[in-house]
């Protein structure tokens, strides 16, 4: 039971909350997952189910799209609609102040991480600070945001959709508040749902329901995706049987007696197709990184 299905998370569920009922669906003890969702965010939660778990830290594509919704003339003390909510009484802007605003976050930019997040200071979880009523200073942090396009806009409600693809450990809620602080009037985030994490889209994903209906009839591991799916963009390289032993057993294959040249994060293959794991060039070998046997 190894490989990696991709949850269309409900809402008011936590990522950690989602790992352990496929524990219980799946019957397995490990699954992790790939990139944190709020619990009232919907959308791509990659799960890592069995010996895939080992995959986490190597994922290659950090990278994450989603599509948000923000109204303008409130702030949050969370940056978003589930906090403490009040009124700015500043105007609503037009479409126009609106598309002229956006391509100021856009590329890359700095962002002050908000404080109900999961970043520490001092040890300490920033949002238990919060809880606390406590809020401390938090740098700037520079992140990507490698497209921003506006998706809708009412006017007369001041409720804007956007589309956005951008880098591991951009804030989309602290997004809505900059873009409203620019603006003059405030705005906060009202929904959020992730179209893409880890390389995998929407259209891959299966609804919770439809997870457990699976498990009922027994065939919820049909859905699990190969791990070496996570790592399609990575080469590629299929061994001889006397390598597959070698690498299989952790051992480094000479660069020059492999059958095409290896760069960066490499998947290994045996000569029947089946998948060895993932190994790095150095020194002149391919060093294992993660053997997936």
């Known amino acids: 039971m190894d490989g990696i299905l991709c949850l269309d998370k409900p809402q008011e569920m936590t990522s950690f909350a989602c790992c352990a009922v496929f524990r219980r669906l799946l019957g397995v003890k490990k699954i992790g997952h790939a990139g944190t969702l709020d619990p009232m965010a919907t959308g791509v939660l990659p799960l890592l189910v069995g010996k895939a778990t080992r995959a986490l830290e190597l994922l290659p594509d950090h990278n994450k799209r989603y599509t948000a919704s923000l109204r303008f003339g409130l702030v949050s003390d969370t940056q978003d609609a589930w906090g403490k909510v009040s009124a700015t009484g500043g105007a609503v802007p037009s479409l126009r102040a609106v598309e002229d605003a956006l391509p100021a976050f856009r590329g890359a930019i700095r962002q002050v991480p908000p404080m109900m997040s999961a970043l520490k200071k001092d040890g300490v979880r920033l949002y238990d600070l919060a809880r606390q009523g406590i809020?401390?200073?938090?740098?700037a942090r520079p992140v990507t945001i490698e497209s921003l396009e506006l998706l809708g806009y009412d006017e007369a409600a001041g409720e804007l959709t956007l589309d956005c693809a951008c880098s591991k450990g951009t804030y989309i809620r602290t997004l809505c508040a900059d873009l409203g602080e620019a603006?003059?009037?405030?705005?906060?985030?009202?929904?959020?749902?992730?179209?893409?994490?880890?390389?995998?889209?929407?259209?891959?994903c299966i609804t919770l329901e439809e997870a457990r209906r699976l498990a009922e009839e027994g065939t919820l591991a049909s859905r699990l995706m190969p791990v070496d799916s996570a790592f399609a963009g990575c080469g590629k390289v299929t061994v001889s049987p006397a390598q597959a032993v070698r690498f299989r057993n952790g051992g480094a294959l000479s660069l020059d007696r492999l059958p095409r040249p290896a760069e960066g994060l490499t998947r290994v293959y045996a000569p029947g197709g089946e998948f060895l794991g993932l190994g790095r060039p150095a020194e002149g070998e391919l060093k294992a990184a993660r053997l997936f046997v």
């Open 183 to 204: 603006l003059g009037c405030g705005a906060v985030m009202t929904s959020l749902r992730r179209t893409r994490a880890a390389g995998y889209s929407l259209e891959q």
């Open 135 to 139: 809020e401390v200073e938090r740098e």
